[in-house]
């Protein structure tokens, strides 16, 4: 009977007393994203590497539309033959455009995307150093909380790490 009662007792401090106090810091992801200079550096490429592709679609469009004028030009002259040879070429020319923005698209998204889980990668590993130099057991996103306290947000920490 007494050993129950030690028991009862232990049983009910452990339950009154906190087994462990998490420290969580957090982070303003978007906020990092928006004031990093490697970010904005990544932009001016993705920008220069869209140009290029307007610029390469642009001709492309140019050498389609000048076809399809000397097609409505010449068609009326030339022979079925002719005509179905130029027809042809149109529609292989406008296939080839077609063809070719949605490889540059693609290219574009897939570096984009490429960027973006790079930068994210480091974000974390920076993340995780200041939590670790400060003693947070938890780095957790600001856009996930509905409350958190200014003095465990980490947000100018990452980003004057990022930023060096």
């Known amino acids: 009977m007494t050993k129950f009662r030690i028991f ?9 007393t906190p087994v462990y106090a998490q420290k969580i ?3 303003d992801v978007k906020k990092v994203w928006s004031e990093s200079k490697e970010v ?12 290029k592709s307007q610029d390469e679609l642009k001709a492309k469009e140019a050498e389609v539309i000048k076809l399809q004028e000397k097609i409505k030009r010449e068609a009326k002259m030339a022979t079925e033959e ?6 042809e ?6 296939l080839e455009l077609q063809k070719m923005a949605s490889q540059k698209e693609k290219e574009l998204a897939d570096k984009d995307a490429s960027a973006q889980e790079e930068f994210l990668g480091k974000v974390r590993k920076i993340a ?7 003693g947070y ?5 600001a856009e996930q909380t509905l409350y958190y306290n200014d003095k465990f947000d980490i947000t100018k920490d990452v980003v004057a790490e990022i930023n060096k």
Do not use: G, H, N, W
């Open 137 to 141: 057991d938890m780095v957790i996103p």
């Open 128 to 134: 995780m150093k200041i939590a670790l130099t400060k």
């Open 25 to 27: 810091a957090f982070i």
């Open 40 to 51: 904005e550096k990544e932009r001016k490429k993705v920008e220069a590497l869209l140009k």
């Open 89 to 94: 070429e149109y529609q292989k020319k406008a």
């Open 8 to 16: 009862a007792v232990l049983f009910v401090l452990l339950m009154i």
């Open 82 to 87: 002719a005509q179905a040879m130029m027809l």
